[in-house]
């Protein structure tokens, strides 16, 4: 359950996976400039040798400096960068600011928030560290994720807040003997038993057993389209699983310690984007590894708008 071994580091023989740094004397080693951070994007991209982008080619480019590549087909001559079409590509800031970045956030167990890293690294403004932490968060997720599957447990959990300002979350946690798997979750907002049938269907592949407690109309619902659906365990004090009471209290206790309990709701998404990123990846031998497997995201994400930046939020 390591997803940094996916097959774009696949090594062959012309093309060793790009090995990352294990700590942090090891990454400013690495890392010392832009064109370092710059050569390790380029093995990411292109891990089995450079393909243009424009007509297909797999040739090595010319490398015109300043990050200009072209492509030596005559009637093609296409020009790219490490960062064409990625995260970076948005931004003006020093590839190694966006490195040192990431490695903040893959190396603390907990993360790290806008109000630390903007201390840590120096940034002048605080808008600027929550407009790249929030870039970061959307890629943490790939859109085309696995479902999981097996026996899951599933529930709405209140993850901030008290009475009707509190947020709201669905889990889904797999069950992995006593343990807990892989874990998905989604903001839940006005009619959760509707929401509920999306959110299963969208992260849970039907043939999977569903413990829960949900209405039996939604159960009724889920059944005819697959899935088999059993009611929580019973005598619970909330009837909410276990599993799903572990990751919402888990969640509540991250988003008040490291962020401050200062998340808003139009933001929850990101945060439970990167709270699944981290779970999933818990048993990750080294930070490098989730390093490796952000920066991984980040290459292959079309850049994106991080939204408007909420002055109060982490402050
Ligand atoms: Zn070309």
């Not at 951070?37 to 090595?60: D, H, I, S």
């Not at 907990?110 to 929550?130: D, I, N």
């Not at 992995?176 to 299963?200: K, N, P, V």
Request: with cysteine; net charge positive; proline share 6%.
């Amino acid at each position: 359950m390591l997803p940094t071994s996916t097959p774009s580091t696949s090594s062959t023989p012309q093309s060793p996976p790009a090995p990352f740094p294990t700590n942090f004397i090891e990454f400013h080693a690495r890392f010392p400039n832009d064109e370092a951070c710059r050569r390790y994007l380029l093995k990411l991209r292109w891990p089995t040798g450079f393909v243009c982008p424009a007509c297909g080619t797999k040739q090595e480019p010319y490398d015109l400096g300043r990050d200009r590549l072209r492509c030596r087909v005559p009637e093609c001559r296409a020009e790219t960068t490490a960062t064409a079409g990625t995260l970076f590509s948005s931004t003006r800031g020093p590839l190694l600011t966006w490195f040192l970045v990431m490695w903040e956030i893959s190396s603390r167990k907990t993360g790290v928030s806008a109000v630390e890293l903007q201390a840590k690294l120096g940034f002048s403004r605080y808008a600027t560290v929550w407009i790249w932490l929030n870039k970061l968060r959307q890629v943490m997720v790939r859109p085309d994720r696995d479902r999981l599957a097996g026996e899951v447990e599933v529930g709405i959990v209140k993850v901030s807040g008290h009475g009707e300002n509190g947020l709201r979350a669905f889990v889904a946690a797999q069950r992995e003997g006593r343990r807990i798997g892989r874990i998905r979750l989604d903001t839940c907002e006005g009619d959760a038993s509707a929401d509920m049938i999306r959110f299963i269907t969208e992260t849970i592949r039907p043939g999977s057993t569903i413990i829960g407690q949900v209405a039996s109309a939604t159960a009724d619902a889920l059944r005819a389209i697959g899935y088999v659906v059993l009611m929580s365990e019973p005598v619970t004090s909330s009837a909410t699983p276990r599993r799903v009471r572990l990751v919402g209290g888990h969640i509540s206790k991250w988003l008040m310690g490291t962020h401050q309990g200062g998340v808003q709701k139009q933001h929850l998404g990101w945060y439970l984007d990167e709270y699944v990123f981290r779970f999933n990846r818990r048993s990750a031998r080294s930070p490098g590894q989730l390093f490796q497997t952000l920066v991984k995201l980040a290459v292959q994400a079309a850049p994106r708008k991080a939204g408007p930046v909420s002055r109060s939020e982490e402050e």
